[in-house]
């Protein structure tokens, strides 16, 4: 089965740093979503990009996240100024043209100190 | 907007006993149902899904049927084995491409 891959698979990083998260998501899939799991909480939707913007965004999404597709393969979640709740899992996840289902990556564990 | 209410967990079962974790959903036209697991320190498989009214979804002896009727997908297995130990999450899709919304969670530990 395709996969999506996510880097790297945990992060630390001091509060107030910058942090980028990486993915590939299949190849020839065409949206690409963000998710954030707080550690034993629900996988909640932070946004959804599709034609190089973005389709819709959470309240979660605020102007310390941004997201962006630098190469046409890569698709990256940057986060400019981490707080501690900050700290979670985050999902990549894409979806092809039929959009049967979405494909989720590994995550990344972010941690915040 | 939709949304997704699944049981609460812990859910504790001995090897071999039956398994229903209950979910139930709210959206708008005619959602995908999917249950999703999450096994330890691992990222979110896709275990079965059902794309309409009355379908079955099933994978590794897991079903659960699309019930429009209930808005309903509960999750069932007639045998669940220690290696099932893990977190389900009951979740839909509006259709599309519309973001995926999932439930709480509900984590299964079998004992031998």
């Known amino acids: 089965e395709p996969e999506v891959t996510q880097t790297p698979s945990h992060q630390v990083t001091q509060m107030g740093q910058e942090v980028i998260l990486r993915c590939v998501p299949i190849?020839?899939?065409?949206?690409f979503y963000w998710y954030r799991q707080i550690l034993g909480q629900k996988v909640e939707f932070l946004v959804s990009f599709y034609n190089n913007e973005i389709s819709e965004k959470s309240e979660i999404f605020d102007d310390q996240f941004s997201v962006e597709r630098p190469d046409g393969s890569n698709f990256t979640l940057k986060i400019r100024s981490t707080k501690l709740e900050d700290s979670a899992m985050y999902f990549c996840a894409s979806t092809d043209r039929g959009a049967f289902r979405a494909f989720f990556g590994q995550g990344t564990r972010l941690t915040v100190v | 907007g939709d949304s997704v209410t699944q049981m609460e967990g812990p859910v504790t079962l001995s090897e071999e006993a039956c398994l229903t974790i209950n979910c139930t959903y709210t959206a708008t036209g005619y959602p995908s149902l999917f249950w999703y697991v999450q096994y330890p320190g691992e990222g979110l498989q896709l275990l079965l899904k059902?794309?309409?009214?009355?379908d079955k979804g099933s994978n590794k002896g897991f079903e659960a049927t699309y019930r429009k009727e209930t808005t309903s997908f509960h999750l069932e297995k007639g045998s669940v084995q220690v290696s099932d130990s893990a977190v389900y999450f009951c979740a839909l899709n509006s259709g599309g491409y519309q973001k995926v919304t999932f439930g709480t969670g509900t984590k299964l530990q079998v004992i031998p």
């Open positions: 059902a794309t309409k009214a009355d």
């Open positions: 190849s020839n899939h065409l949206y």
